[in-house]
């Protein structure tokens, strides 16, 4: 059973940064592809980012293509969130998951690619 742990929210005035991580036990991470969702009150779960194994190419929802970037350090078994630019509607918990096999040249924006998942962490934006 792989486990995540999130870090890195808190609170940022619009227009400020934050950088979130998601450490992943587990020995075979660097085949996982990882990804960023995030859930705001009263919305479903939404995907952000996901990075992928190997050549780790990224893609984003279009809302957060040019503020946001993935980024992975495999020898900590680490992924990061970059968000810059922040907006108060990107306020919500931000949830890194993990799927264990994956087809490179496939997207998965879906909770349920999904097979693993941290607790969240809570990002606040105020205008």
């Known amino acids: 059973q792989e486990q995540l742990e999130e870090s890195g929210g808190g609170w940022v005035q619009a227009g400020g940064s934050l950088r979130l991580s998601c450490v992943i036990s587990g020995r075979t991470y660097n085949n996982y592809l990882m990804a960023w969702f995030r859930q705001a009150p009263g919305k479903e779960r939404e995907f952000v980012a996901a990075?992928?194994?190997?050549?780790?190419?990224?893609y984003y929802r279009d809302s957060v293509k040019d503020r946001f970037t993935v980024s992975r350090d495999s020898a900590k078994n680490t992924m990061y969130l970059h968000m810059n630019d922040l907006a108060p509607e990107d306020t919500a918990v931000y949830y890194c998951?993990?799927?264990?096999?994956?087809?490179?040249?496939?997207?998965?924006?879906?909770?349920?690619?999904?097979?693993?998942w941290g607790q969240g962490t809570q990002v606040t934006v105020s205008s």
């Open positions: 990075i992928t194994s190997g050549l780790s190419s990224e």
């Open positions: 998951a993990a799927k264990t096999s994956h087809r490179i040249d496939t997207t998965y924006t879906q909770t349920y690619d999904y097979d693993y």
